[in-house]
């Protein structure tokens, strides 16, 4: 196989890990190694003179929206899922005692030995896994250690990830999923229902859909301004239900060309909507680019959980949203085709995105 083949396969050639322990070592007068540096980090926009305050994502109540009389909370929903593509969900049904349990396994996961950790490593040809998939040579990485794995169907799970995990965590995260699950499909509901599709239809495509999760550990460092947490992008989900883990914040949004950073509500979920959605809505939700920022001081450990179709349902416009004044926008594609060709490249902004747009062409020009 060529080189150039190489990039192009399904997953990785080869992978890396231990940001958390090269970190500990990190000082202000220590160069940050190259490998990490990012030169054209665009810093977030900052308060002005007069101390306006930023703009927030919207929050909604969970029981306000799923009230009977919701149509105006549901048309705020469309607006939010529209204008930001992101948004904050309170008195979402999870209990704190769970979040407060989740805390603590997945602190004593990361802090585990890097020898215990290694045996999760992404091995070759794979994206699942702990540490950093490497495709390409001179490309940049993340300041953070993370653990990516797909969790539904059952079947699809590694052998040697998710059941070998220390069992605390392993019983911890399932109930976690549960909770998820019901969440996530409520959600889905409530963002088709926006959109004229009816819950038969959202669940056709979602319900036990293919669902994955990211646990991400972000070291502090001393230059912080020279890294980024994760690159800039949009994901390539129907939603995406982040959990702000231990409360340090660094999640930042692209809105109207600038970076915002996202202020956490206590115990809420931050959702955004991924690129499927987009595609779903024919445009009518926005996949918002979204990148995390490393703080100098404090570790910032989040749980991102994807929440997908099945592999076997077709992605593409729903039909009722599309018509001969209002055409589809992006191509049909079968999921487990759409999976693969995400994992077989890099994050890049909303490439991804881009490559499912029909092209229009101008008869005139």
């Given at each position: 196989?060529?080189?150039?083949?190489?990039?192009?396969?399904?997953?990785?050639t080869h992978s890396v890990l231990g940001v958390m322990e090269m970190a500990k070592t990190c000082t202000p007068e220590m160069g940050i190694p190259e490998m990490y540096i990012r030169p054209e980090h665009e810093p977030p926009i900052q308060l002005d003179e007069t101390n306006t305050p930023l703009p927030t994502i919207p929050v909604f109540d969970l029981q306000s929206l799923l009230c009977g009389t919701a149509s105006t909370e549901l048309e705020k929903l469309y607006i939010a899922c529209k204008d930001w593509g992101f948004f904050q969900v309170v008195n979402h049904g999870v209990s704190s005692q769970l979040l407060e349990k989740l805390k603590l396994?997945?602190?004593?996961?990361?802090?585990?030995?890097?020898?215990?950790?290694?045996?999760?490593q992404i091995r070759p040809g794979d994206v699942q896994g702990y540490g950093h998939a490497i495709r390409c040579k001179d490309q940049k990485l993340d300041w953070g250690d993370r653990f990516y794995m797909v969790i539904n169907p059952v079947k699809r799970r590694k052998p040697y990830l998710f059941p070998?995990?220390?069992?605390?965590?392993?019983?911890?995260?399932?109930?976690?999923?549960?909770?998820?699950?019901?969440?996530?499909?409520t959600l889905l509901g409530l963002l088709g229902k926006a959109i004229s599709m009816d819950m038969k239809e959202v669940e056709n495509l979602f319900e036990d859909g293919m669902q994955s999760v990211r646990m991400t550990y972000y070291?502090?460092?001393p230059r912080s301004e020279q890294v980024v947490g994760l690159t800039p992008h949009s994901d390539a989900t129907g939603i995406t239900i982040l959990n702000q883990v231990n409360?340090?914040?660094?999640?930042?949004?692209?809105?109207?060309?600038?970076?915002?950073?996202?202020?956490?509500?206590?115990?809420?979920?931050?959702i955004n909507v991924g690129d499927i959605m987009e595609i779903l809505s024919n445009g009518a939700y926005t996949s918002i680019e979204h990148r995390a920022s490393v703080n100098k001081e404090k570790e910032r450990i989040s749980i991102a959980m994807f929440f997908n179709p099945k592999f076997e349902a077709e992605i593409g416009p729903v039909k009722r949203l599309t018509s001969s004044e209002n055409p589809p926008l992006f191509k049909t594609m079968l999921m487990e085709d759409y999976f693969k060709d995400f994992f077989s490249r890099n994050l890049d902004g909303k490439s991804h995105l881009e490559k499912m747009r029909v092209k229009s062409f101008n008869l005139y020009s």
């Open positions: 196989m060529t080189s150039k083949q190489v990039s192009t396969v399904f997953g990785t396994e997945t602190e004593k996961f990361f802090n585990l030995p890097i020898e215990e950790k290694r045996k999760y070998e995990l220390p069992s605390p965590l392993r019983d911890t995260l399932e109930s976690y999923f549960s909770e998820l699950r019901k969440l996530g499909m070291p502090p460092c409360g340090v914040e660094g999640l930042e949004i692209k809105k109207c060309g600038v970076w915002i950073p996202v202020t956490f509500l206590p115990d809420a979920f931050v």
